[in-house]
């Protein structure tokens, strides 16, 4: 057990030191944080200007409500185009480079070389969060903040990340080239967040095509809801795309 604990880690130790060389993830580490942190002045300016009108207002919205909660949706958005961008050469990489190989020789099993590159990945998109998330925690001890709905809001996208992750790694573990791993793990990643929207114009709140799409799982958890049911939904989404790339290593290591 503890070898293959480090084997895992040393998958993951050796791919998250790839992707901190790689100029792709710090431009979009650049990038992405800039726009964020103009959009929290955005928000943090609208919700000043309010703050007169709001006073008059017992139970009014905050500044979570109004900045903080924002500001995560917004990340939530820049993380459908991120993920993929960084997952795609987390296989697809390898098998382009001809160094798959390499690691199945060295007698790691598929579900750890998996596991290896997603965990890397994770950590990536989890200290993306945190320096997201320090912008509105900057002005903690100058407003009100609800940490209860916070909490709520950065589990949620914490969990979708997490999901997102492994999409990006399943895609890369099936497609021959990082560029189609990208494209497919975007693609699936809208199908699976909007495949309950021709339900939900048609007035159908449940369901198996409501519960399928990540949006009925996600967003209660924006709004401070936090459900067992959502965060089992997310846990089992990841066990199987990780499970799926499990077995295509294994299918490709035993073909040669």
Known sequence: ?????????????????RMVVRPLAWVLAALTLAWLAW??????????AGQVQRAALP??????????????GQLAQLSFLVVPLLGMTAIAGERRNGTLPLLFA?????????????LALLLWLLSWLALT???????????????????????????MLAALAALG???????????????????????????NVGAQMAGINGGV??????????QPLLRGL????????????????????????DTERERG
């Open 1 to 17: 057990m503890s070898g293959a604990v480090a084997g895992t880690f040393a998958v993951a130790r050796l791919e998250w030191r």
């Open 39 to 48: 959009n929290f002045t955005l928000l943090l300016g609208g919700f000043l």
């Open 59 to 72: 139970d009014g919205p905050g500044f979570t409500d109004l900045v903080a909660v924002p500001l995560l």
């Open 106 to 118: 060295a007698g790691l099993p598929a579900s750890r070389i998996v596991l290896g590159k997603y």
């Open 133 to 159: 998330l320090a912008m509105p925690l900057a002005l903690a001890h100058a407003t009100d903040l609800d940490w209860g709905k916070l909490a709520a809001a950065t589990l949620g996208l914490a969990l």
């Open 169 to 195: 790694v399943a895609c890369s573990a099936f497609a021959s080239h990082p560029a189609i791993a990208a494209a497919a793990a975007l693609i699936i990643a809208l199908a699976l967040w909007s495949v």
């Open 209 to 218: 095509l409501n519960w399928l799409a990540m949006s009925t799982h996600e």
């Open 226 to 249: 936090v459900s067992t049911a959502d965060i089992a939904w997310f846990a089992l989404l990841i066990a199987v795309l990780l499970a799926l790339a499990s077995r295509r290593l």
